[in-house]
């Protein structure tokens, strides 16, 4: 849980927003890995008067989930926090007493495999979706889709579905490419960040010179994966019926 007086700097902090009634904007964004979520949360970043905070207990192999010491520490901040986050009962918790803004970001599902498979290869394997290593990455491409398809998809497909039914601004890797001024306005809406339409020009476009990779990002990629990953993942959605899964590329499920 942390030192102590990283507890108490914790809860002082929170205790003097709460008596102060002080209102500060806090943006989650709430992302499938290889969703261009590193440039939308960059652009956020660099509106005025914003900073980039990091509030997962931990990184790397480790399930990214909220740490409540860090919430609070950060609590009189104006922040924007991006995180591989799926929802949950403390999620939503932590949503209402920290004043988040949540901003849900997808990609269509097969184009993000085939984003996933080369980010292993040129890379890292490290997730904390499963225990990969470098011999997995020489694999060939139809077999590393396949380990993808059932070892990584499975918590995209979870992710997608936890977030079904939250009150939230939900975003598609297209229109962070396509669109990303009007991207960043909306969250500024949402988020009630007073900003005007230069600074969030000027945001994207320093966001785009610190990104350069991201300007390689293209849909369609995922049209190419192997036809048995394609089936793999399309067969995750039979376990929820009741949910469209269009927004990420999959048809309807079917029983």
């Known amino acids: 849980m942390g030192s102590p007086s990283r507890l108490l700097r914790g809860w002082a902090t929170t205790t003097t927003r709460r008596m102060l009634k002080v209102r500060r904007p806090h943006v989650l964004v709430a ?8 440039f939308l949360t960059e652009a956020i970043a660099r509106l ?11 990184y790397g192999w480790r399930e990214q989930t909220l740490d409540v010491v860090a919430l609070a520490r950060r609590d009189l901040a104006r922040y924007v926090c991006q995180q591989h986050l799926r929802y949950s009962g ?8 920290y004043r988040l803004t949540p901003v849900v970001l997808t990609r269509n599902l097969f184009d993000a495999v085939a ?41 995209y497909v979870s992710f ?52 350069p990779r991201y300007n390689k990002g293209v849909s369609g990629r995922g049209g190419a994966i192997s036809p048995r990953a394609r089936e793999k993942i399309i067969g995750l959605t039979r376990h929820f019926p009741e949910v469209d899964f269009t927004p990420i590329g999959i048809p309807h499920a079917r029983a």
């Not at 992302?31 to 590193?38: L, R």
């Not at 005025?48 to 931990?58: E, F, I, K, N, S």
């Open 48 to 58: 005025p008067g914003m900073t980039r905070a990091y509030l997962a207990w931990g």
């Open 31 to 38: 992302c499938m890995p290889k969703s261009a979520s590193s």
């Open 90 to 97: 403390d999620v939503g918790e932590f949503i209402d007493e």
């Open 115 to 155: 984003s996933v498979r080369d980010h292993f290869r040129n890379e890292s394997t490290e997730s904390p979706m499963a225990p990969l290593g470098p011999a997995h990455a020489k694999l060939p491409d139809d077999a590393l889709e396949e380990l993808i398809a059932e070892m990584i998809a499975p918590w």
């Open 160 to 211: 997608f579905v936890s977030w079904q039914q939250v009150d939230c601004l939900r975003v598609t890797f297209d229109q962070v490419r396509e669109t990303p001024q009007d991207v960043v306005k909306l969250v500024c809406q949402r988020a009630a960040l007073d900003v005007s339409d230069e600074d969030v020009s000027r945001a994207v476009e320093a966001a785009q010179a610190q990104r």
